[in-house]
Every structure is written in C-alpha cells, then in structure tokens.
Nanobody
Framework: VQLQAYGGGLVQPGGSLRLSCAAS????????MAWFRQAPGKERAWVAV????????YYTDSVKGRFTITRESAENTVYLQMNNLKPEDTAVYYC?????????????????????WGQGTLVTVSS
C-alpha cells in the first residue's frame, strides 16, 4: 500500500480546499482511510475517517459540518473537502490507511492503529 496526498495550499479564512489521497493497493473493501493533521508545535491529531465497506464516516468535533470525507472507489482515492476554513485549521494534513482487520470505532482516533501513511500536504489558512 502506498499513499500520496496532495491538494494543500494557501487559502483565506472562509475559503475551501479539497485534499486528495491516492491509495494504491487499497480498495474500499480492504482499507479504512483517515485524515490526520499536525499544527505547528502540536501533536498529530485525527480529523476524519471513512470505514471500509460502507462502515460510515466520522469526524472530530471541530470540523463537523465543515469537512467531508469521501471515497472514489474506482480511483482508489479518498478526498477531504474542507469548507469554511479557519486559521486554526492550518496544519500539515496526512492521509492514513488501515489494512488487515476493520478499524473499530474506539480506536479510529489513534494514529497507532494505522499502518500506512502518505506524505503530508500543508494547508495554510490566512488572510
């Protein structure tokens, strides 16, 4: 499994960006996919997850209603649509995959439970 994340950039507060993660070796049946982010001086934090085989999507509270995680099965690509961006969303965003057993809800927020990571893509929200 190899992950490649892209789509970051500079955006003004209130703007939108869509991040993409191309996941070779991962399908909608074999991997749970997640986005994490790491803000300057902070630890990496979970943002959202889309579980395999229709297992649902979940978000951290701070992005609910603004971010949407989706999956394009034909392209093995996961997206993170980010709307109404705020300066506190500024971070390096990482996509992650969990192969093997399906991730359980109580474990999805811990980066230790994901076995593959893409390189980060920087999102800067600033006027």
């Amino acid at each position: 499994v190899q992950l490649q994340a892209y789509g970051g950039g500079l955006v003004q507060p209130g703007g939108s960006l869509r991040l993409s993660c191309a996941a070779s070796g991962c399908t909608s049946r074999t991997c749970d996919m997640a986005w994490f982010r790491q803000a300057p001086g902070k630890e990496r934090a979970w943002v959202a997850v889309i579980r395999r085989s229709g297992g649902g999507t979940y978000y951290t509270d701070s992005v609910k209603g603004r971010f949407t995680i989706t999956r394009e099965s034909a392209e093995n690509t996961v997206y993170l649509q980010m709307n109404n961006l705020k300066p506190e969303d500024t971070a390096v965003y990482y996509c992650a995959a969990k192969s093997g057993g399906r991730i359980i809800i109580s474990a999805m927020q811990s980066d230790r439970n994901y076995d593959k990571w893409g390189q980060g893509t920087l999102v800067t929200v600033s006027s």
